[in-house]
């Protein structure tokens, strides 16, 4: 299979990584192609790739877009007449995503995949929609799988309805808490506040822009800052209220497990 992968930052090194590895069902070769050719150049030297102009007109098997989410729908335009078979995206959006590549490329194989970790935690799971299957996109999920990924099938609408509470609701949470608090002397962490500084952590040592993107494209941030702001504003009575309305939805999440 003849991938070109479009975006040679992390998350496209680690699509060209994946279906390229030796545990692959696939024989793949890979190109990068990135508005800034040497990065798709820096991509390729240790992968033993290629680079192909990002304003080329190479065809190729399969396109992946590893792109921001607010530059998807533009990409899937400009790029669905480069694929021959099928076209993919890493993103972490899906309702726009899907939506742009029915429209521009209906009779491609398509798939929507979504990596739930950053790559130097691999493996862990990735949501997939495939808005129409066929043997690449067979393939390209075999590929992820036999990495030792968890795929799981979910619907646009769904992703992107979690996404609000474990990724926009989240980060901001954490954000927020560590904006919020003093620098305290190591001995002073409890349980709780030593978790939340080693999350707090995790969530800063990515790039901005990456963080940015999700907090623009999913809503959930306001309904954590509502209810910060609900907690703080409780008597004892509302907080045991909230209490409660908490520890409920832990059980609740924990009788679907």
Same mark, same amino acid.
């Given at each position: 299979?003849?991938?070109?992968?479009?975006?040679?930052?992390?998350?496209?090194?680690?699509?060209?990584?994946?279906?390229?590895?030796?545990?692959?069902?696939?024989?793949?070769? @890979? %190109?990068? %192609?990135?508005?800034?050719?040497?990065?798709?150049?820096?991509?390729?030297?240790?992968?033993?790739?290629?680079?192909?102009?990002?304003?080329?007109?190479?065809?190729?098997?399969?396109?992946?877009?590893?792109?921001?989410?607010? %530059?998807?729908?533009?990409?899937?335009?400009?790029?669905?007449?480069?694929?021959? #078979?099928?076209?993919?995206?890493?993103?972490?959006?899906?309702?726009?995503?899907?939506?742009?590549?029915?429209?521009?490329?209906?009779?491609?194989?398509?798939?929507?995949?979504?990596?739930?970790?950053?790559?130097?935690?691999?493996?862990?799971? @990735?949501?997939?929609?495939?808005?129409?299957?066929?043997? @690449?996109?067979?393939?390209?999920?075999?590929?992820?799988?036999?990495?030792?990924?968890?795929?799981?099938?979910?619907?646009?609408?769904?992703?992107?309805?979690?996404?609000?509470?474990?990724?926009?609701?989240?980060?901001?949470?954490?954000?927020?808490? #560590?904006? +919020?608090?003093?620098?305290?002397?190591?001995?002073?962490?409890?349980?709780?506040?030593?978790?939340?500084?080693?999350? +707090?952590?995790?969530?800063?040592?990515?790039?901005?822009?990456?963080?940015?993107?999700?907090?623009?494209?999913?809503?959930?941030?306001?309904?954590?800052?509502?209810?910060?702001?609900?907690?703080?504003? %409780?008597?004892?009575?509302?907080?045991?209220?909230?209490?409660?309305?908490? #520890?409920?939805?832990?059980?609740?999440?924990?009788?679907?497990?």
């Amino acid at each position: 299979m003849d991938l070109l992968v479009v975006g040679a930052g992390e998350i496209g090194r680690w699509v060209a990584d994946t279906v390229s590895a030796d545990e692959s069902p696939v024989d793949a070769a @890979v %190109a990068f %192609a990135d508005r800034d050719p040497d990065v798709a150049d820096d991509a390729a030297a240790s992968r033993g790739a290629t680079t192909v102009p990002a304003d080329g007109d190479t065809t190729h098997d399969a396109v992946c877009l590893a792109v921001p989410m607010s %530059a998807v729908p533009a990409a899937v335009e400009a790029y669905a007449s480069r694929a021959e #078979r099928a076209i993919l995206d890493v993103s972490g959006e899906m309702t726009d995503a899907v939506a742009a590549m029915r429209e521009h490329a209906p009779g491609l194989q398509r798939a929507s995949y979504h990596p739930l970790f950053a790559p130097p935690r691999v493996p862990g799971n @990735v949501a997939c929609v495939v808005d129409e299957g066929g043997p @690449v996109v067979a393939g390209v999920t075999g590929a992820i799988e036999a990495g030792g990924n968890e795929v799981f099938e979910t619907t646009p609408a769904e992703h992107d309805r979690a996404m609000e509470t474990v990724q926009a609701g989240a980060h901001a949470a954490v954000l927020a808490w #560590r904006l +919020a608090g003093d620098d305290v002397r190591e001995e002073f962490h409890t349980p709780v506040s030593a978790a939340l500084d080693e999350v +707090a952590d995790t969530v800063t040592e990515g790039a901005p822009e990456v963080y940015a993107e999700i907090q623009r494209a999913f809503d959930g941030a306001d309904d954590v800052a509502d209810a910060a702001r609900a907690i703080a504003d %409780a008597d004892p009575d509302e907080f045991a209220d909230l209490y409660e309305a908490a #520890r409920g939805d832990r059980e609740g999440r924990e009788r679907h497990e």
